[in-house]
């Protein structure tokens, strides 16, 4: 079962959805990256099970196959569910860092729509489509709802969303050359 997509329109970010983002983002606190980057990965995921035949990493697809020919036993392997939990942690805070910096130029849309444009021809490479990008939405806004708690107020949900939606829109008109 492959993703659903729902058609996601862009809507501009008023002064208030800017403040009440950055006020939210220093809520989560840079310490916080892994562990929400982590869910939000696992969520991805969950709903969008296609997603996980992409994001592969090839050094513990290599070390799996270096120990499975080289004649070792399954004790010198190393562990790899453990190196790929390690490593989809680390892929989720790269993203939460990605977030901070489209986050830190949410009012210079100029600026965040360029940034949105490298990171969608950076991700076309692995062939990531544009319902893989949507499945953020669903992720991200359960990783924060998560963390954050009853912090997590519908105010500041529609500020993300705005965000989010700005973020789907931007990224996939890289992913599909649609630069409109």
């Known amino acids: 079962m492959g ?30 990256y892994g562990e929400y980057g982590q869910r939000l990965m696992l969520r991805i995921f969950q709903k969008c099970p296609d997603i996980k035949a992409l994001w592969q990493n090839p050094r513990i697809m290599n070390a799996t196959n270096a120990a499975t020919t080289s004649g070792g036993d399954e004790a010198d392997a190393p562990n790899t569910a453990n190196r790929w939990k390690m490593d989809l942690r680390n892929h989720g805070s790269k993203f939460f860092n990605s977030l901070d910096d489209l986050i830190n130029v949410v009012d210079k849309p100029d600026e965040l729509f ?16 544009s319902e ?49």
């Not at 959805?17 to 220093?26: L, M, S």
């Not at 360029?114 to 990171?119: A, R, S, V, Y």
């Not at 021809?121 to 489509?129: A, T």
């Open 3 to 32: 993703c659903s997509q729902a058609k996601i329109e862009p809507e501009s970010l008023t002064p208030d959805d800017a403040r009440i983002i950055r006020e939210t983002w220093k809520m989560v606190g840079r310490e916080a």
């Open 114 to 129: 360029k940034m949105l444009h490298d990171i969608g021809l950076h991700h076309k490479g692995y062939e990531v489509k």
């Open 132 to 180: 893989h990008i949507q499945a953020i939405v669903d992720g991200l806004n359960h990783t924060m709802e998560f963390g954050l708690r009853d912090k997590w107020t519908d105010a500041r949900q529609k500020s993300f969303g705005r965000l989010i939606n700005i973020i789907v829109a931007r990224t996939n008109r890289a992913l599909t050359g649609d630069e409109k």
